[in-house]
């Protein structure tokens, strides 16, 4: 430690701490632009000049490491008009458009030219122009000509993003910052570069113009399109989300949110919404009031029940929903009798599922990891700030390997990987199951045949046998897979011999908490066998939420009744269903989100519930009643998160899984894989406008190719091929991916084109169309 003396204050700081550390231990605030504590460090802007005793000029506290007895003066005579001089010379080419400027009321500029600013410039001089530029949807480059060089976008590009999209061409009064030879901002993780932006120059497209921050209300919220659980505040005006910008909370997300947790505010307020009661009569859908359609939907419960049995009842349910919805829909179906519930929407395969899968430690101890397998993830997409954590870790030292179909590129130096049709990744994960046992002289698990282990293999046993602190991860595709409970148990088996934590990364904003409240049992396979006479659906839409749509469509056609609670109205929705109750979004009701580390965060409404929709824990609550269920008899969400989770839920949480392995053999053709599309996961996501024109949302219309089969049909990038899969065929623009492992096609789930195909995995035929 080296202790320093500050504004004649002492302070202890780390050797090799700057100026600008030592200010923030003691809460001294040093004006600076350039400066952020998650970045490197530039010392461009100067605004941070502060005077140290002996030195001949003052210095830049971001980039002055501290010495020991050095003397600091923040605020000196000498410090303050350092200051003061690079504030008129920041303010030499500054537009003064401040009243039509978005970043107007959270301007870092503004409020320092307040302090350290003159009432008037010496300079007469015309002031530079910057042309803007179009990036894409989400971020405006209109003002440029308002940026002062701080590169800090530049940087976050680089360190946290993993991909430099944005950099400083030019010198001196030249200089400006812009994308490479024309092209889009295209990171999921881009909308950052707003928050950062120390003035007007990078704004919210999207938000642009639509309000001033001092209109705005706003509340602590929770984003559930992942399973995160990352922090956010939610702006509203006139009872409508207008912005959802980041919250600081460093165990969890840190300062960052990706751009569908910025930018799905933007389906909240779709034209899709529902705020009526509707039931199909005659094949036409008829609005109606709450008393009518609850006593409808109660009566074709009981009569169902009655005349069918409890089992042909169930019900299916988004992992968007909250803990009181999930607790109550479970308590629902149980009451009625039947075991037919469900959330895990697109995993086929649950035989000795864990249950309750989740992280298997805190999310903050990603950062300090130093081996990682990763075991079928589209983990960039999937789970955007998790991979910035552990990007930004194996600058520390993490090793990061990955067992996958290949394609996706994470941004992130891997040690070892290997890229397999899903149909061998059995015998790839067994691989490396046999290196390890072989290390540690133990048994493999009954099931695994390995003739031989493949280098990369042996790669990454060594590596996890060498970590200190390590964890196998089990990704999106593993979880869908056909041999989802194949796959765990190798992964828990590598685990423990290596000393590894076991995790899952769940899929959906509350997938830990429907395990916690007992809303899975059944599986998806079973609620959609054909059997179910009536089948409740909330948050769902059949054919973007479920494994097999044509499966799915079939299933729900064969039921007596389909109940829906939805916000939204979708043309398969109104096709299967025959009552829809309109229900409030997260944004409009008290609701309990559990993230993949096991935290429970309640989130309070932004905004009131619109026109004549119903929070969900208050519909299912109504239900219970009409059909004469003990325990329902709640007055506040409260009541039923008390009821759902216990005080000690933690001790619920549990990554063991009792499965046996089962051999796989290999396709002898070419097979799918899906990932689900990041900007297709949920009702909200589906209706944002500015996602849906991203480059990653129109990748979720195009079929994925590698490299071999690319030449083999002769495609040019964009070129149509027919995919057919079941003896259903749907034409597709061809992309280029040449990291695609050999015999395999990406086709995305939870779009209107895979709709018209068969399950996420299996046999396919592309021909050029």
Same mark, same amino acid.
């Given at each position: 430690?080296?202790?320093?003396?500050?504004?004649?204050?002492?302070?202890?700081?780390?050797?090799?701490?700057?100026?600008?550390?030592?200010?923030?231990?003691?809460?001294?605030?040093?004006?600076?632009?350039?400066?952020?504590?998650?970045?490197?460090?530039?010392?461009?802007?100067?605004?941070?000049?502060?005077?140290?005793?002996? =030195?001949?000029?003052?210095?830049?506290?971001?980039?002055?490491?501290?010495?020991? @007895?050095?003397?600091?003066?923040?605020?000196?005579?000498?410090?303050?008009?350092?200051?003061?001089?690079?504030?008129?010379? #920041?303010?030499?080419?500054?537009?003064?458009?401040?009243?039509?400027?978005?970043?107007?009321?959270?301007?870092?500029? $503004?409020?320092?030219?307040?302090?350290?600013?003159?009432?008037?410039?010496?300079?007469?001089?015309?002031?530079?122009?910057?042309?803007?530029?179009?990036? @894409?949807?989400?971020?405006?480059?209109?003002?440029?000509?308002?940026? +002062?060089?701080?590169? %800090?976008?530049?940087?976050?590009?680089?360190?946290?993003?993993?991909?430099?999209?944005?950099?400083?061409?030019?010198?001196?009064?030249?200089?400006? +910052?812009?994308?490479?030879?024309?092209?889009?901002?295209?990171?999921?993780?881009?909308?950052?570069?707003?928050?950062?932006?120390?003035?007007?120059?990078? !704004?919210?497209?999207?938000? %642009?113009?639509?309000?001033?921050?001092?209109?705005?209300?706003?509340?602590?919220?929770?984003?559930?399109?992942?399973?995160?659980?990352?922090?956010?505040?939610?702006?509203?005006?006139?009872?409508?989300?207008?912005?959802?910008?980041?919250?600081?909370?460093?165990?969890?997300?840190?300062?960052?949110?990706?751009?569908?947790?910025?930018?799905?505010?933007?389906?909240?307020?779709?034209?899709?919404? #529902?705020?009526?009661?509707?039931?199909?009569?005659?094949?036409?859908?008829?609005?109606?009031?709450?008393?009518?359609?609850?006593?409808?939907?109660?009566?074709?419960?009981?009569?169902?029940?009655?005349?069918?049995?409890?089992?042909?009842?169930?019900?299916?349910?988004?992992?968007?929903?909250?803990?009181?919805?999930?607790?109550?829909? $479970?308590?629902?179906? %149980?009451?009625?009798?039947?075991?037919?519930?469900?959330?895990?929407?697109?995993?086929?395969?649950?035989?000795?599922?864990?249950?309750?899968?989740?992280?298997?430690?805190?999310?903050?101890?990603?950062?300090?990891?130093?081996?990682?397998?990763?075991?079928?993830?589209?983990?960039?997409?999937?789970?955007?700030?998790?991979?910035?954590?552990?990007?930004?870790?194996?600058?520390?030292?993490?090793?990061? &390997?990955?067992?996958?179909?290949?394609?996706?590129?994470?941004?992130?130096? !891997?040690?070892?990987?290997?890229?397999?049709?899903?149909?061998?990744?059995?015998?790839?994960?067994?691989?490396?199951?046999?290196?390890?046992?072989?290390?540690?002289?133990?048994?493999?698990?009954?099931?695994?045949?390995?003739?031989?282990?493949?280098?990369?293999?042996?790669?990454?046993?060594?590596?996890?046998?060498?970590?200190?602190?390590?964890?196998? #991860?089990?990704?999106? /595709?593993?979880?869908?897979?056909?041999?989802?409970?194949?796959?765990?148990?190798?992964?828990?088996?590598?685990?423990?011999?290596?000393?590894?934590?076991?995790?899952?990364?769940?899929?959906? @904003?509350?997938?830990?908490? /429907?395990?916690?409240?007992?809303?899975?049992?059944?599986?998806? $396979?079973?609620?959609?066998?054909?059997? %179910?006479?009536?089948?409740?659906?909330?948050?769902?839409?059949?054919?973007?939420?479920?494994?097999?749509?044509?499966?799915?469509?079939?299933?729900?056609?064969?039921?007596?009744?389909?109940?829906?609670?939805?916000?939204?109205?979708?043309?398969?929705?109104?096709?299967?269903?025959?009552?829809?109750?309109?229900?409030?979004?997260?944004?409009?009701?008290?609701?309990?989100?559990?993230?993949?580390?096991?935290?429970?965060?309640?989130?309070?409404?932004?905004?009131?519930?619109?026109?004549?929709?119903?929070?969900?824990?208050?519909?299912?609550?109504?239900?219970?009643?009409?059909?004469?269920?003990?325990?329902?008899?709640?007055?506040?969400?409260?009541?039923?998160?008390?009821?759902?989770?216990?005080?000690?839920?933690?001790?619920?949480?549990?990554?063991?899984?009792?499965?046996?392995? $089962?051999?796989?053999?290999?396709?002898?053709?070419?097979?799918?894989?899906?990932?689900?599309?990041?900007?297709?996961?949920?009702?909200?996501?589906?209706? /944002?406008? =500015?996602?849906?024109? !991203?480059?990653?949302?129109?990748?979720?219309?195009?079929?994925?190719?590698?490299?071999?089969?690319?030449?083999?049909?002769?495609?040019?990038?964009?070129?149509?091929?027919?995919?057919?899969?079941?003896?259903? *065929?749907?034409?597709?623009?061809?992309?280029?991916?040449? *990291?695609?492992?050999?015999?395999?096609?990406?086709?995305? &789930?939870?779009?209107?084109? *895979?709709?018209? #195909?068969?399950?996420?995995?299996?046999?396919?035929?592309?021909?050029?169309?």
């Amino acid at each position: 430690m080296v202790e320093i003396e500050l504004d004649g204050k002492a302070v202890e700081v780390p050797q090799g701490s700057m100026v600008m550390h030592a200010a923030n231990k003691i809460g001294t605030y040093i004006p600076h632009f350039c400066y952020h504590k998650k970045l490197s460090i530039a010392a461009n802007c100067r605004m941070c000049l502060v005077e140290v005793e002996k =030195a001949p000029k003052p210095l830049p506290a971001c980039a002055t490491p501290v010495t020991q @007895g050095m003397k600091v003066f923040t605020h000196s005579a000498k410090a303050v008009e350092a200051q003061r001089s690079v504030m008129e010379f #920041l303010l030499i080419n500054h537009p003064l458009d401040c009243p039509i400027c978005d970043q107007g009321g959270e301007c870092q500029l $503004q409020d320092l030219a307040v302090g350290y600013g003159k009432s008037n410039s010496r300079y007469e001089e015309e002031k530079r122009v910057v042309f803007h530029k179009n990036v @894409g949807p989400l971020i405006s480059m209109q003002e440029m000509s308002r940026c +002062i060089h701080c590169t %800090r976008c530049v940087r976050f590009g680089q360190e946290v993003a993993g991909v430099m999209e944005l950099g400083m061409v030019n010198r001196g009064e030249h200089s400006e +910052i812009t994308t490479f030879a024309g092209q889009t901002i295209d990171s999921e993780l881009s909308g950052n570069m707003i928050d950062i932006c120390p003035v007007g120059a990078l !704004t919210s497209k999207p938000f %642009r113009y639509a309000a001033r921050t001092w209109e705005l209300g706003r509340k602590r919220s929770v984003s559930p399109h992942d399973s995160l659980g990352t922090n956010t505040t939610i702006q509203t005006k006139a009872n409508k989300v207008m912005r959802v910008v980041a919250l600081e909370n460093e165990a969890i997300n840190e300062c960052w949110i990706s751009d569908r947790d910025r930018f799905a505010y933007e389906g909240l307020n779709s034209a899709d919404r #529902l705020t009526t009661p509707m039931v199909k009569q005659g094949g036409q859908w008829l609005e109606t009031d709450w008393e009518s359609a609850m006593d409808y939907v109660a009566r074709s419960l009981k009569t169902i029940s009655a005349e069918s049995g409890p089992e042909a009842i169930a019900a299916l349910a988004h992992p968007i929903s909250s803990s009181e919805e999930l607790h109550l829909l $479970q308590k629902v179906i %149980r009451g009625l009798g039947s075991s037919q519930v469900e959330t895990r929407l697109r995993q086929t395969d649950t035989q000795g599922a864990a249950s309750a899968p989740w992280l298997g430690m805190p999310i903050s101890k990603l950062s300090e990891l130093d081996r990682v397998l990763v075991i079928g993830s589209f983990l960039r997409k999937d789970q955007p700030l998790i991979a910035a954590r552990l990007r930004t870790a194996t600058k520390r030292g993490l090793q990061v &390997a990955r067992i996958d179909a290949g394609g996706d590129d994470w941004l992130i130096n !891997t040690a070892a990987n290997i890229s397999v049709a899903p149909s061998l990744w059995i015998n790839a994960l067994g691989e490396v199951a046999s290196a390890v046992a072989k290390a540690k002289s133990v048994a493999l698990p009954a099931g695994i045949s390995v003739s031989s282990i493949s280098p990369a293999a042996q790669a990454i046993a060594d590596s996890l046998i060498s970590g200190t602190t390590s964890a196998v #991860l089990i990704g999106s /595709a593993a979880q869908f897979h056909p041999a989802a409970s194949s796959l765990n148990a190798l992964a828990q088996f590598i685990a423990a011999q290596t000393g590894a934590t076991l995790g899952f990364l769940p899929v959906g @904003g509350n997938a830990v908490g /429907a395990s916690l409240v007992n809303a899975n049992g059944a599986g998806v $396979q079973s609620v959609l066998s054909g059997e %179910r006479r009536a089948v409740i659906l909330m948050n769902i839409e059949p054919d973007a939420d479920l494994p097999n749509p044509q499966q799915a469509r079939a299933a729900l056609a064969k039921a007596n009744t389909v109940i829906a609670l939805s916000a939204y109205q979708s043309p398969d929705l109104l096709e299967v269903a025959d009552v829809i109750l309109p229900i409030a979004a997260y944004t409009e009701t008290v609701s309990t989100y559990v993230n993949a580390e096991g935290r429970a965060q309640t989130i309070q409404p932004a905004v009131k519930p619109l026109g004549d929709s119903r929070p969900a824990w208050k519909v299912l609550r109504v239900l219970g009643g009409l059909l004469n269920l003990d325990g329902f008899l709640f007055n506040m969400p409260e009541e039923v998160l008390g009821e759902a989770l216990p005080e000690d839920y933690c001790k619920l949480l549990n990554n063991h899984v009792s499965a046996s392995v $089962q051999a796989s053999a290999a396709s002898s053709g070419l097979e799918r894989v899906s990932d689900v599309n990041i900007y297709s996961g949920d009702q909200i996501i589906r209706r /944002a406008p =500015a996602l849906q024109l !991203t480059r990653d949302a129109k990748r979720g219309n195009q079929v994925g190719i590698g490299q071999q089969l690319f030449n083999e049909l002769g495609l040019k990038e964009g070129d149509a091929v027919r995919v057919t899969q079941d003896g259903l *065929s749907v034409d597709l623009p061809a992309s280029l991916e040449s *990291s695609l492992a050999n015999g395999v096609i990406r086709v995305s &789930a939870a779009t209107l084109a *895979s709709a018209k #195909l068969g399950s996420m995995f299996g046999p396919v035929t592309v021909s050029k169309a």
